[in-house]
């Protein structure tokens, strides 16, 4: 079964950086669309990116291109989010995803990570 794994979550002052990685230990990550998602405190989990299987095609939700961004690494067997300029509203838990195709949306995701919990505070 494919089982994804979230990690780089942690405290980070607003204005700052984190990376966040999604690996799987069986399964060929580029095979599959990733995408990556928060879920806030009292909120709907809602889509940031998608990245296609083996072209790489990269989407982004409104405002999230240019300030996140989305990646693989075949080597390693990753898909990266790489978030920069971090907001304290965007806390929350966030999870990477697997499907077919890129959608930026949670109901074409079969299936999920466990999550990974960011904090945006001073």
């Known amino acids: 079964q494919l089982h994804l794994v979230e990690s780089g979550g942690g405290l980070v002052q607003p204005g700052g950086s984190l990376r966040l990685s999604c690996a799987d230990a069986?399964?060929?990550?580029?095979?599959?669309?990733i995408g990556w998602f928060r879920q806030a405190p009292g909120q709907e989990r809602k889509a940031i990116a998608c990245i296609s299987p083996y072209t790489d095609n990269t989407f982004y939700t409104e405002g999230m291109r240019g300030r996140f961004t989305i990646s693989r690494d075949n080597a390693k067997n990753t898909v990266s989010l790489q978030m920069n300029g971090l907001k304290p509203e965007e806390t929350g838990i966030y999870y990477c995803?697997?499907?077919?195709?890129?959608?930026?949306?949670?109901?074409?995701?079969?299936?999920w990570g466990q999550g990974t919990q960011v904090t945006v505070s001073s």
């Open positions: 995803a697997a499907a077919g195709g890129c959608r930026l949306d949670r109901t074409a995701f079969g299936t």
């Open positions: 069986g399964f060929s990550l580029e095979t599959y669309a």
